[in-house]
């Protein structure tokens, strides 16, 4: 029991070690671009008040995800494979199949999250209207909860290794933490669009929080144009923050507070 405890105790303490030096290689890695090569998005700063708020729930869901991989692994409901049982090339595939088998359950759990009955849980997340690198897991702890019990599905759709499981958790943490970085840093092309256009901008997830509603997806683009989600106005948006012509927050209250409603801009349904 007391080997149980101090194993959780450990893996608990690197997961929150793993979030704080990630958000903050990513900050600081953002913040010394150029502002031509990152224009930032909205014009305002968040408060000292917000970052405090989001540096605690961030704790609190790096510490519910160390769980659930604690209690899935001893419960075996999950059992990693050793690294060596699969030629490199598998984990590639096996770690590809987690990015888009986690965009697929965020999408409609986040789309979930903006149902009436569940908004109450996800509206903290969308307290930080100016998000920054600390909203990345600035979750309530039922959010944190669905988020992490990812790890269910993830064991059924690919084979998972530990070195396979870090890799996943540090792209996860690093684009997510871009995503609300406050500043543009993917390329346009010719046309002013984004270059990958398959991928989700920063623009796209600031959009999200700025608004509320539409722009579920999280690092591809792809389910919000199937089930017509994606803002009407998220081109233009990108376009004028790739050109420093920063995206103000709307003064009104979110259009995905499903109790408090406003007239939607998005061109897709609300769910
Ligand atoms: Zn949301
Ligand atoms: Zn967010």
Redesign the pocket.
Known sequence: MGDDLSYWARGTALAVARYAVIVATVGVLISVLPRTVAPRIQPRSPRPAQLRREAISSIVSAVIFSSILYVSVMAHLISPQPFESLPIWRWAVALLVLLIGHDTWFYWT?RL??TRAFWPI?QL??QSRTPTVLTAYAFHPLEALVNGAFILPASLITPLSYPVLVAFMVTMIARNAMAHGGREVFPAGRDGHPRLGWMTTVTHHDL?HQR?AGN?GLYFSFWDRIMGTERADYLDAYRRARNGASVGVSPQPIE?DPVAETPAAHSGQRP
Do not use: D, P, R, V
């Open positions: 986040h999250l903006h996800h997340h969308h999200h509320g579920y995905g």
